[in-house]
């Protein structure tokens, strides 16, 4: 793995990396915003100042503003509210990071009992082996060390180095975990009943300074009353309830918890006498709870402190989900997740003939029936979810993730780059079909944003694969990828799963493979809630239909321009004329969707020029701007926002969403 050097006082790459939601259209990056910013803070290349007066409007609003809402798949059940903070709010949570990123990192360090919060700002990080799917033949020469914000290459993890785990599972396979079981015989699992939604903006300042002091000089200059007012200067000035979503949002949650972290263990200290880590012990995950007992009665008299000690912050305990486990603490779902671990390796493993390193083409890979070893597979998985009593969700992604590592793994050898190369590809088109298979299978009892992108990152691959081989071979492939792909929109479409990010994320990662095979229009509008009138032929919208920012957006990128969907581009733009039409200037400028949208539609190649004329003119009488400042129109329909509309960097960018993890 490569090493990358970070410019650890480039305070800015916090737009790139703690202020979205890891769950949002892939190709939804922030990179253009954060490019223009860097270019404003270099003097020898700033803007020309009725540009920047213009741009100003909108990056310096100074009133609260509302952020850009919308739902993502938790489960099969339910679904998660996130937000996308305003860009003006954006820039002021990069300045309070320049500010006081030391001070967020002691904040975050000052209970025994989290186990992920932010340590240090961070100077590299990693780019990870299994997403080097841009090239299919190998990289070679040195390790270059070079900026990590490059305008070529912004690969971002985040802002700051984080301790002790990014993923809640490392902590369940740690030595740290292993050795609390052996000291406690009662774990008591809880999480705070909807804590983001829940958390009362001022506790931030009780956290820092106490309740007491916090109360009495409220009124005052703080550092903490700085990020309280961008709490609720992001969120339309609520102030019970903060922004889902942004790793900004944790960082303010994990402070307020680390206060509740300390109080319980004092508390517990001086009314039961128990002393932490020797009587007892608790362990927290962001809002999720361990605690560690030697019996359950005194588990029972610490969560009662526990619970009281939540509502003194406005916080409350998910009753209904709190779980009381004695040893060993091992649930079904991590049993599942070994087995299914175990299932993908066996099969990878016979998919190879022994001995096979002897082997010095492709031939070392199996000739396979790709169905019934799929079937096979399947049949095998199936089993290990009901035998384990868990869902398909709770281990779709872990499973999925097993699969894309074993195969790069043998996608990266030599000999397949070899066979490739010379067209001797019968045996590895067999097993490209069959990983497919299973893949798809998986994907489909889990359509999450998490999973997409690994199927995603799977598709991309193998069609960057088929640009260097045989006709028959890349037919073979895409139209599989096309077949599955295509089956899936409908279950999406049948599951009342139109319009969202899923299906958003899916047809950015599908656009090559309908190049080829393309899909009819009516298929695709329907996607997306829309249909042709029957009396005018134009299209519209269904009764109940939603389309937000990143719907427009999305649909217009994979449509492109092409002649034969010029109706659905002209609703686009007439959709987007009609929203700016009824809003007046405060909701354009304090809207981030209304924001985004605006600089987004200028930048987007594919609306026509006469469009972008008409939006501007209109914004700018609504704005008070001169009509003649063309040159502000120019200069941002001369870069890239926050789409970008590139259709050959989705390797690049599935490489940058792999090193932001969600955790």
């Known amino acids: 793995m490569g090493k990358v050097k970070i410019d650890k006082h480039d305070y800015l790459r916090v737009i790139l990396t703690d202020t979205l939601p890891y769950e949002v259209p892939i190709n939804f990056l922030n990179e253009g915003f954060y490019h223009y910013l860097k270019g404003q803070q270099a003097t020898s ?86 997403v080097n799917y841009s090239k299919p033949e190998t990289r070679e020469g040195v390790e270059v060390e070079k900026e990590g914000f ?26 740290e975990s292993h050795r609390i079981e052996k000291k406690f015989e009662n774990l008591t699992r809880f999480d705070i009943s ?83 880590d020797s009587d007892y012990t608790i362990r927290r995950y962001v809002d999720d709870y361990f605690l560690y007992t030697k019996s359950q009665s005194t588990a029972k008299k610490i969560l009662d402190l526990v619970l009281g000690e939540l509502e003194d912050f406005k916080l409350f305990v998910n009753e209904s989900k709190t779980e009381f486990v004695e040893v060993p603490f091992i649930t079904g779902l991590t049993i599942a997740k070994m087995d299914a671990k175990d299932l993908v390796s066996e099969t990878f493993e016979k998919l190879l003939i022994e001995e096979h390193e002897k082997k010095e083409d492709a031939s070392f890979i199996k000739s396979i029936n790709p169905s019934i070893t799929a079937k096979r597979f399947i049949k095998k998985l199936k089993r290990l979810v009901k035998e384990n009593d868990v869902s398909y969700e709770s281990l779709s992604g872990y499973t999925l993730g097993e699969v894309r590592r074993k195969f790069y793994r043998i996608l990266e050898d030599e000999r ?16 490209l079909l069959f990983v497919l298979e299973i893949s798809f299978f998986i994907y489909s009892m889990d359509i999450r944003v998490r999973t997409t992108y690994i199927i995603t990152q799977i598709v991309v691959r193998l069609n960057t694969i088929t640009e260097v081989t045989h006709a028959s071979f890349k037919d073979g492939v895409r139209k599989k990828i096309y077949d599955e792909s295509a ?44 249909k042709r009138d029957e009396q005018t032929q134009l299209i519209i919208k269904k009764e109940g239909a939603q389309l937000g920012y990143f719907q427009l957006m999305v649909l217009s990128s ?33 809207s981030t969707d209304l924001t985004c949208m605006m600089f987004d539609s200028f930048s987007n190649p594919f609306f026509n020029e006469k469009f972008k004329q008409s939006l501007f003119d209109n914004i700018c009488l609504k704005l008070g ?7 502000v129109l120019d200069y941002i329909k001369s870069r890239e926002w926050f789409f970008t509309w590139q259709r050959d960097n989705l390797a690049q960018i599935l490489m940058k969403k792999e090193l932001r993890s969600p955790y």
């Open 45 to 130: 290349s700033p803007v020309e100042s009725s540009v920047a007066k213009f741009i100003t409007k909108f990056f310096d609003y100074e009133n609260y503003t509302r952020p850009y809402n919308y739902r993502i798949h938790k489960n099969s059940k339910s679904k998660r509210l996130l937000s996308v903070p305003h860009p003006a709010v954006q820039i002021k949570i990069s300045n309070l990071y320049r500010d006081y990123d030391s001070l967020i990192t002691e904040l975050c360090s000052r209970s025994p009992v989290s186990l992920r919060a932010p340590s240090r700002v961070a100077s590299r990080f990693y780019e990870k082996e299994l």
């Open 150 to 175: 490059e305008k070529e290459s912004n690969f971002a993890s985040s802002y700051f180095t984080y301790r002790k785990y990014n993923f809640l599972y490392k902590y369940y396979d740690s030595y």
């Open 194 to 276: 909807k804590c983001f939604h829940n958390i009362f903006v001022p506790s931030f300042g009780w956290a820092v300074k106490g309740k007491e002091f916090a109360k009495r000089y409220s009124q005052y200059f703080s550092v903490e009353s700085q990020f309280e007012q961008l709490m609720l200067k992001a969120n339309e000035h609520e102030d019970s309830g903060i922004i889902i979503g942004p790793e900004f949002s944790r960082i303010f949650a994990e402070v307020i918890l680390q206060r509740i972290d300390l109080n319980i263990i004092e508390k517990v200290k001086s009314r039961l006498k128990l002393q932490f």
């Open 416 to 431: 397949v780059k070899l066979s490739l190369k010379e067209n001797k590809t019968e045996q590895l088109l067999k097993l």
């Open 487 to 530: 089956l899936l929109l409908s279950k999406m479409k049948d599951k009342g799963k139109a319009n969202s990010i899923e299906t958003l994320n899916l047809l950015v990662s599908i656009r090559t493979n309908f190049d080829d095979y393309p899909i009819s229009e009516s298929k695709l509008i329907d996607l997306f809630d829309l």
């Open 558 to 590: 994979f449509i492109e321009n092409k002649p034969e969907h010029s109706a659905v581009n002209s609703f686009i733009e007439n959709e987007i004329l009609e929203v700016f039409s009824t809003s007046d200037s405060k909701k354009i400028r304090s």
């Open 625 to 631: 701007v001169p009509l003649s400042n063309y040159n």
